[in-house]
């Protein structure tokens, strides 16, 4: 009877294990992350074999030296790897966009564009921020934020003078975390110079994408 018991139990408990793969929440198999300790051992390994190499060759002081730089490396990549760090850096999440606000975007908007490049000027508003930004080739950008991409009712569109009084016309874009409508996407090819950044395209950059390779052909 105990044995019955003790087959059926463990028959059971592989059915609910195939079940958490099935739905991803089981969590990696060994030949799964296999690969990646592999290549950890070997990294360990190839540091080891340089580090003795080194103190043959030198003394004491190359493998100090190479414990320094391993742990100010470590020390960094955590660091960069704080929340707060990271985006102050120009990265986020999706689930952090999503809880931002107007103002917190438009913060968000400008950390991505200094990331890559940018000297950037926030206009704060209460509901309606935005920012004019400058590459280093002197290219324009007015960044707006909105649903649509027709400028709405109660808003005037943003003006080439804030840039300066030689500034050629800039470029518009307009950011929404939605998706754009059909007639948006028409209304912003006869403007000529409106580039649209949807959620998708937002999520990639904010991932590490740079703002150049979204817009190849516009910016």
Known sequence: MARRSRTFGGSQRRHDVRLLRAEGRYGPRFRDVLPALVA???VVCALVAALAVGYRAAGIGVPLAGVVLVAIAATLTVRHQRPGVRRRLGYYTPDELLELDTQGLA????RMLRRDGWRVRLLPAPDRPRLCA???GGRRLDVVFRPVAEPLPDEDPPHPHRHGADAASP???VVHRGTFRARDVRWARRQGNTCLLDGSALRRWAQGTRFGELFPLGL
């Open 171 to 173: 470029v518009q874009l």
């Open 107 to 110: 913060l968000a908007v400008a």
């Open 134 to 136: 400058r590459d280093r």
């Open 40 to 42: 950890v051992v070997l």
